[in-house]
Each structure stands twice: as C-alpha cells, then as structure tokens.
C-alpha cells in the first residue's frame, strides 16, 4: 500500500513537472530544421533524416549500432555460460511454410528497396534492417536454419560488419587528415551507401540473434530440486 | 493547439503512465512494457515538442530513430537476461533484497 | 489545429496504454502492447514522420512484440513443466 | 594528430577486433591494444596542457549541427585516470578469468566500456552522453551478468532496470531541452539555458535519472549485489570508473548551467542524500560477513562523500567552491584508484582463502601477507589516513565547508572516515588473527598481486603529490583562476 502510495506520488511529481515545463516552454533560440535544409544540398543523402543520420550526426549512429552489438555480446556470453539443448525450434507447419514462399521473397525486396529510397526518400538502414530481422525471424518460426551462419567467425563477422565499416571509414578520414567521419564530398554518397548496407545487414542479423540467443523454448526444465515447493 | 502539441501533451500522459507502470510492477515482462510505453511517451514529447507550430522537424525524427534502435536493443537484452534468470531460479520476478 | 481523428488517436493511445499495463492477463496486456506500437506508428504518420512510422510498425510493434511472446510463452511453457503447477503465471 | 577523435575510434577498434578474433588472442590483442590507447590519453592530456582546451568537429559539421568533441583540463584527466584504472583492471583479468563464458564476453564489453567512458568524457552534446550513458550501461549490465551465477543474473537485471529508467529520465530532460532551445550542444545549454524554468526543470529529471545510476543513498539498493557479485576485474572497473561517469556528466550539466543558476535546496538535497549514503554505506560494509559485498557498501558511502560537492558549491564564495572542487576531484581519483586496488586484492584474497567469508580470512597475514597489504594499502586512502589521497580530498572538503560556513558537513566527513576505518579494520583484524598451521591457502599468481599493488601505490602517492594533478583538472573550467 505504501509502495502504490508513494509510486503515485513519484509518478505525479514527475507528471507535474513535465507539464509545467511543456507549458512554461520559451520559443527556441536556435532552428536546427532551418540548419539542416541550408546545408543539406553539401551532405551525403538528399533525404533530410538519412542526412541527420548518416552525415551530420553520424557519430551517434554508430555508438547506436555499438549498442545493439553489446546486446548481443552479451546473450552470445550467456549463452555460452548455461549452454541450451540442440535447438529445435520450428513448428513444422505446412501453411506456415507455404506463406513462407511467398512472403519472403516479397520481404526481402522490401528491404532492399527501404535502402535503395533512404537517400532520397523515408527508408534507410533501420527499416530495411527491422524488415530483414523480421524475415529472419519468420524463417526461424517455419524451421529453416541459416546454414552459412553456423560457422562462429561468419557469423560474428556479419555482425560486426556494420559497426567495422563505419569505425573504418572513419579511421581513414582521420588518417586522411579530415575530421572524423567527414566525408570527402564526391563520395560522400557512396560512402553512405556502403556504410547503410553494412548497417543493415548488422542490424538484421543483431535483431535476429537476440532472438535465437535466448533459451530456446524446448530446452528442458533446468530448476534446481529445492525450488519444487510450490511458491506464490 | 497544433498537432504537435496534442501529441506532446499525449507524451507527458504516456510517460507519466510508464513511469508509474515501471515503479509499480514487480513481474519482469510487465515493467518491460512499461518501459517501452515511457520511452514512447518520452519519443513522443520530443518529436511533439519539436514540430510544434514550426518545420518538419528532421533531427527530432533521427533522434528519436536512434532512440528506438536503443529502446530495442535493451528490451531484447533484458528479455535474454530474464529468460536466463527464469531458468535457473523459476521466477519472473526480481527476489527483494540480495 | 487538431482535428477530431488526432484527439481519438491520442485518447485511445492512452487507453491503450493503460490497458497494457493494468491487463491481468499478460499475453492480453502484450497483445495490447503490440496494438499500442501500431497506433503509435499512426501517430508517427500523423506526425509526418514517416520514418519513424516504419521503423516503429517493423520494431516497436512487430519485433518487440515477438520477442515478448515468446519470452511469455517460454515462461509459460518452463512453469507447465514444473511439478504442481497447473496454471500459468 | 588531434587525439580526442582516437579516444573512442581505439577502443571501438579494440572490442571489434577481440570480437571477431578466436578466443585464445583476445587477451594479448587487447594487452597490445592498450598501449596505443593510454598513449592517446596522455597526449589529450598534454595537449589542453600545452594548449588549453582541445576540440573536435566530427565529420566536420560544426556545432549545433553536428556534434563536437570537447577536452578541457576535467575530461582529459578523467581519460588519463580511465587508462591509469584500466590498464591493471586489464592486466588482471588477462589472468584471472578462468570460464569460457567469461572470457567469451568480457574483453568486447570491456572495450566497449571504454570507449562508453571516453565517449562520456569528451562530448559536448546532450543526445551523445544520452547513447553514451547507454552503451556504458549496457556494457556494464552484460560484465555483471558475466559471473553465471543466479544471483548475478539477479543483480544485472535490476542494474539493468535501474539504467534504463534512469536514461529515461534523462532523455525526457533532453527532450525538453531541445523544445526550449532548439539545441543539443553544451554551448547553447551554457549560453541560454539560465532562468529557464523548462531548462531547469529539464536538468532536474536529468539530475535523478543520473543519481540512479550513480546509485546515491536512498536509491543505491542495486550496486551492492551487482558490485559485490561480479567478477574481480569488473567490480573493479564497475566501481572505480562507470559510476563515475554518470556523476561526471551531472557535474558538467551543473557547472553549464552555472552553479548559481540550480536551486540551492536541490544542492543541500543532494548533499544531505550524499551525507545519508556515507553513514548507512559505511554502518551497512560494517556489517556485511562477505569480503566484496562489504567493499561493495564502501563504495556506497564514498559516493556520498563526492556528492558534498554540490552544496558547498551552491552558492558559495569562490574560494569555498573551489576548494570544493578540488576536494571533489581529487576523492573521485583518489577513491577511483583505492577501490579499484581494493576490489582486486579482495578478488586475490577471495581466490586465496577460497570463498567469499571474512571469517575464514584468519591466517591469510602469514601465509599471504602481499595480498593483504595490498587490499591494506587501499585501505589506508579510503579510510583518509595521511598522507594518502582520501586524506588530502578530505582536508580539501573540510577547509570548504569551513570556508563557506556549513559546518553540518564535518561530521559527515569525521563520521565517514571513522566507519571506514572501522570497516577496513575490521578485515585486517580478521586476516591477522592466527590462523591454521599448516598453508591451506591457494596462490594467486604474481600479476593479480601487483596489478593491486600498482593501484593501491597509485592512490597513496596522489596524497603527496596532490597540488599538480589538482592543477591539471581544473585547467579550461570555471575553477581555473583559483587554487
């Protein structure tokens, strides 16, 4: 009771205070929108949110994509600390695979046209790499493995390539004598391209490894005997 | 009111909400919901916040793109976490002192 | 302005919400959840944030709530597998 | 070269390289790797020497359009002090991870901490410390969880809850920052953010969304189980270095704000918290039966002791609130090098006596009498015994609050010093009560020793030597005429 008393008033101050702060809020001293359409044309990506992403604050993306690594270095430990049984997932259903057929094809070419529109249109690595995880997953329900990402070092190597590519450009811009990530302007498209689909691929493949990294449903109660009481 | 300040004020409910959510809950996968709902809620006020009787705002939206990348990666990391907890203790639900 | 499809939107978002978190049932309170991500990706249109509407219907709504129910169903199915249990969590 | 940009790319480098690299390389490519990388610290740290504050435009888009890396005399120490904790922390768990499973994932996420921590240390941009606070936490979740055992799988997900809504908190802040100034830089937060009321109420959920992960009394129930539960290494690493960064980033949000611009009864608020963590952490280590829960404790109380900075900073003549700083810093560098050294000779007394109990330390003096004065050195700074480096913060700290006149702080800082005494006392009492006759103990090999040693000497000689480092941090910072 005092728990739900006191997360309530927690929850009101915090209500409060953001109210009056959204009420009481000044206009904006600077226009970041109006920054962004004046230097767009000397960015790498003619559509502005890409342009954000990939160009202007491109160091946060890839501390971005870092993240999503972490994640999965650490279900891949785990994993490793309290090994699961071989996995077996897959619910063997005709139907199931029949869609399969034709939605995956469908899938991937939306993928891949997500990151053929991101320079110029809504799509970019993040959506086409969500659709790609969300293929992955879909294959993995309907029981197809991914045989050519059994072995360790590809699969670590693919999941990595996004972060790679993007410290390695970086690294060369610096030892080109240019700022971090700065982009020499003729291929700063290119160099866009290559680092979204790197991205893409990453993020895909990230996404579907946490989902596979977790103990998969099959596995056989591990509980140890002191916990069979029954307990609330 | 613009559109943009409904939904930031739709932001400041929804983050209230989680807030409360995630305080109160003890099952795991409850207060990971409320997590996500505040971090919508939060996402929300900042693209609200942003647009609100001016441009389109591009940096908003990045931000808030990179920020649902992050919210993803740690949902998914805490959802293994959980299921590796689950399996070797049998409870959803954090034990109150160590 | 706002028009009066922006208010139900914010309205049912929150009830939705709301749903999510209060639901007894979990798998009920996920499914909402994932009912919230779609609204929110709606929103994000509204928003003209197309982008963000992507990523959110593929992510927040698809992937996350994946994730979410098989993490219920492999607690469910673990608890099943434990003796005197009858009932899920 | 300009190094600030090669402070993160290093590192990233690093965790990449290790991840992909089979298991049995991953210890010598990351002791190599560590040369080049405290390399690039010294040479930040030489250059806003040399030079004055260093900056960097990342791919060239200035600020408030793209994001700026920033060194001033406090960043660049906290990287060289980052190097300076690392490196033994490193050299230790080269030798010391015994599991598969821990060597699989800790040295990428160690990495991957590292360049969290320099990326924390050198931005100057709201949203970037949001991802970087993200990766550190992540990474440091992910270390925790490393140990296998059910109860550190129970400490990292609550860390990992904790993280998350603390970064929630501070990302609705940003978010109402970027309505109110239309900006995310450092600057523009300096520049135009005093005598907003959104800005401030925007800086106080930033405020405590970083005490949670700061873990600062009352809110610090997660650390003891996460710290005290990890792996040596880590624990060390944990408590020396990643809860510093979340302090880190609310001292710069205060000092950019301007400390006259924060309430003062948000100040006392925190120093009062500050006070109440120093006697329950040092009561709490006090009682703990277990070697590294009660380290674990320790450093609940001395975050307290870092956090007397903001009321004696609030509001306060120059001269206190220097001195306050001075204090300030040189307890975080002091306390980040003892804890370090504390953790890992508590890990190689862990690993001699084979288990977790103090009680079962009688003898140890005999038979392993370098392990313990290790974890006695270490002792010694925390404790603020002269001439360590816990003893000049704390004379620091107690010349402040007599100069601006809040005498309430003294017996906190006497209160602190003693229960920390008590408690380090109470652990050599126990190693030095004679013990079996024969050597039942096992042998932690000699780098696990020293790489304790090195961190312990380190935090005894920052006593002596207090006046140059302490010059060093407060160059290009609003300290910097004092002194």
């Known amino acids: 009771m005092i728990r739900l008393l006191g997360a309530l008033l927690a929850c009101l101050t915090v209500g409060a205070a953001l109210a009056v702060a959204v009420l009481w809020r000044p206009l904006p001293v600077e226009d970041l929108p109006l920054r962004v359409t004046s230097r767009l044309a000397e960015a790498g990506a003619g559509h502005a949110v890409t342009a954000v992403l990939l160009d202007f604050r491109a160091y946060d993306t890839l501390l971005e994509v870092a993240v999503l690594l972490v994640a999965v270095v650490v279900a891949m430990a785990l994993r490793e600390a309290q090994p699961d049984g071989p996995d077996r997932m897959g619910l063997a259903n005709p139907l199931l695979r029949a869609v399969m057929g034709w939605l995956l094809p469908l899938l991937l070419l939306m993928a891949a046209y997500l990151l053929w529109a991101g320079s110029s249109r809504p799509g970019g690595a993040f959506q086409a790499g969500s659709v790609l995880a969300a293929s992955g997953v879909l294959l993995r329900l309907a029981g197809v493995g991914f045989n050519w990402l059994d072995n360790p070092l590809r699969l670590r190597a693919v999941l990595v390539l996004g972060l790679a590519v993007f410290v390695a450009v970086g690294v060369s811009t610096l030892i080109g004598g240019r700022q971090f990530l700065d982009y020499p302007h003729e291929i700063a498209a290119d160099l866009i391209l290559v680092i979204e689909l790197a991205l893409t691929l990453s993020i895909g493949l990230a996404l579907v490894s946490l989902f596979q990294l977790a103990p998969p449903q099959h596995t056989g109660p591990h509980l140890p005997d002191r916990r069979r009481r029954t307990r609330r | 009111m613009s559109g943009g300040a409904w939904y930031a004020w739709v932001g400041v409910a929804l983050s209230t909400l989680g807030f409360f959510g995630f305080v109160v809950h003890r099952h795991l996968v409850r207060r990971l919901l409320a997590f996500n709902i505040m971090g919508s809620g939060c996402f929300l006020l900042l693209v609200g916040l942003a647009g609100d009787g001016r441009a389109i705002d591009p940096v908003a939206q990045a931000l808030v793109l990179t920020g649902i990348v992050v919210a993803v990666a740690s949902t998914a990391l805490a959802l293994v976490l959980l299921r590796r907890w689950y399996r070797v203790s049998g409870e959803s639900v954090l034990p109150e002192d160590v | ?89 | 070269m300009n190094p600030l940009p090669w402070l993160v790319a290093l590192p990233l480098t690093g965790a990449i390289l290790v991840f992909v690299l089979p298991g049995r390389w991953r210890a010598q490519v990351s002791l190599a790797l560590l040369v080049p990388v405290a390399f690039a610290s010294l040479l930040t740290l030489a250059g806003v020497l040399s030079q004055g504050t260093q900056s960097h435009v990342l791919g060239g888009w200035l600020a408030p359009l793209g994001i700026g890396l920033r060194a001033d005399g406090f960043a660049a120490g906290m990287a060289v002090l980052t190097a300076l904790v690392a490196t033994p922390c490193l050299v230790h768990a080269a030798f010391s991870l015994r599991t598969k499973a821990a060597r699989e994932g800790f040295w990428p996420l160690a990495w991957f901490l590292w360049a969290a921590l320099n990326t924390i240390w050198l931005s100057a941009d709201l949203f970037n410390l949001y991802v970087g606070i993200e990766l550190l936490g992540l990474a440091a979740v992910g270390l925790v969880a490393l140990a296998g055992s059910a109860q550190s799988l129970a400490a990292a997900m609550r860390y990992l809850l904790v993280a998350l809504l603390g970064s929630l908190l501070y990302l609705l802040g940003v978010a109402l920052i970027y309505a109110a100034l239309g900006s995310l830089a450092l600057a523009d937060l300096a520049a135009h953010g005093a005598g907003e009321p959104t800005v401030l109420i925007a800086v106080v959920l930033m405020t405590f969304g970083l005490l949670l992960k700061t873990a600062l009394f009352p809110l610090h129930g997660w650390l003891p189980p996460a710290h005290g539960g990890a792996l040596t290494p880590v624990s060390a690493l944990l408590s020396a270095l990643v809860i510093k960064a979340s302090l880190f980033i609310l001292v710069r949000l205060w000092l950019t704000m301007g400390p006259g611009a924060m309430p003062v009864t948000l100040a006392w608020t925190l120093g009062l918290m500050g006070g109440g963590a120093v006697f329950w952490g040092g009561w709490m280590a006090l009682r703990q039966t277990r070697l590294k829960i009660l380290v674990a404790y320790s450093t609940v109380a001395q975050i307290g002791l870092l956090f007397l900075f903001f009321p004696l900073v609030t509001g306060t003549p120059i001269a206190a609130a220097t001195l306050a700083w001075d204090g300030m810093v040189l307890m975080l560098a002091a306390h980040a090098c003892a804890k370090a050294a504390m953790f890992l000779a508590a890990g190689n007394l862990v690993l001699a006596i084979g288990g977790e109990r103090i009680a079962d330390l009688n003898g140890v003096c005999r038979f392993r009498p370098f392990s313990l004065l290790c974890f006695g050195i270490a002792g010694v700074s925390l404790s603020g015994l002269p001439p360590s480096g816990g003893f000049a913060a704390k004379w620091l700290l107690v010349q402040s609050a007599l100069a601006s006149g809040q005498w309430i702080w003294l017996p906190v800082l006497l209160g602190g010093g003693l229960l920390s005494a008590a408690y380090v006392v109470k652990v050599l009492a126990s190693a030095l009560v004679e013990g079996p006759v024969s050597d039942r103990f096992k042998v932690p090999s000699l780098p696990l020793d020293l790489s304790a040693f090195v961190l312990g000497c380190i935090s005894l000689v920052l006593g002596l030597v207090a006046h140059t480092p302490l010059a060093w941090l407060r160059a290009g910072g609003p300290f910097a005429g004092g002194g």
């Open chain 3, 1 to 89: 302005m706002i028009g009066w499809f922006d208010l139900l939107l914010g309205l049912t978002l929150c009830t939705t919400a709301v749903g999510a978190l209060a639901s007894r049932d979990l798998f009920r309170a996920i499914v909402l959840f994932m009912v919230f991500g779609l609204l929110m990706a709606l929103v994000w249109v509204r928003l003209e944030a197309p982008d963000i509407a992507l990523a959110e219907a593929a992510i927040g709504a698809g992937l996350t709530g994946v994730l979410l129910l098989d993490t219920l169903g492999y607690l469910r199915r673990r608890y099943m597998a434990r003796p005197g249990r009858e009932e899920a969590p």
